[in-house]
């Protein structure tokens, strides 16, 4: 483990995957099981997942980034979307736990750092799940109140406008390469945690701190 010299004035997050188990997954196989095979299921879900890449590069409401990506993947597999469907998917967001080892590792950092959360969702998202998280903020930001979706700049440079803090001033912390790591070095956050959760592979080359839990953050940063 690499020690963090860095003294950060903000410790910030993505939610949705790094803090709450993202089960999005869960939520859209029983949609389409009786209706494709084991390999056909892991393509649509391959497929579910780009297209809402694609999408959030333009805001609109998170339910309907979902609802439009679905119907796309739905076309795409010759697939009608069924009453319900969307409505199955929209809703689950909602339910969604912290990950088990979020809550305790998270109250330590909060003892030392002001927590900020940058989030691709929508405020009432953020309403229901940052009570789970078990742990202070200083700053919740949403897609929403940005108008804009990571990996957009604007929805990080609305993060520094709002704290009216630099891009050097951050320690950001995300399980996801392509929305977070990747647009957060262009922007010159050269303090950067990799939280592998299993989504994307690393990249070193992006010169960030790989680590497979909050414990080794709290470590690297010499929180004991």
């Known amino acids: 483990m690499t ?3 860095f003294r950060p004035k903000y410790i910030s997050f993505d939610c949705y995957g790094t ?3 993202f089960q999005m997954r869960e939520a859209t196989v029983p949609l389409i099981e009786d209706r494709l095979d084991a390999a056909g299921i892991e393509r649509f879900l391959d497929l579910f997942r780009i297209y809402r890449y694609d999408e959030v590069l ?3 409401p998170y339910d ?3 609802a439009a990506s679905y119907t796309r993947t739905c ?3 010759g697939l009608e979307v069924r009453p319900g469907d969307i409505e199955a998917i929209t809703s689950a967001v909602l339910t969604w736990p912290a990950h088990p080892d979020v809550p305790t590792p998270l109250a330590k950092m909060a003892e030392h750092f002001p927590l900020v959360i940058l989030s691709n969702a929508d ?4 309403a229901g799940s940052v009570p789970k998280l078990g742990a202070p903020f200083h700053a919740v930001l949403t897609a929403e109140q940005a108008q804009a979706y990571k990996p957009r700049y604007q929805a990080f ?6 704290l009216g803090a630099n891009p050097e001033d951050f320690l950001h912390v995300s399980s996801h390469q392509r929305y977070d790591i990747l647009p957060a070095d262009d922007l010159g956050m050269t303090n950067k945690v990799f939280l592998d959760r299993g989504y ?3 990249l070193p080359a992006y010169e960030y701190l790989s680590v497979t839990s909050l414990d080794d953050v709290n470590a690297a940063l010499g929180i004991r």
Request: no cysteine.
């Open 3 to 5: 020690d963090i010299r």
């Open 19 to 21: 803090l709450i188990h």
């Open 58 to 60: 333009e805001y609109a």
């Open 64 to 66: 309907e980034i979902l």
């Open 75 to 77: 076309r795409r597999f």
């Open 123 to 126: 405020d009432r998202h953020l």
């Open 157 to 162: 440079e609305y993060m520094f406008d709002a």
């Open 200 to 202: 994307d592979p690393e």
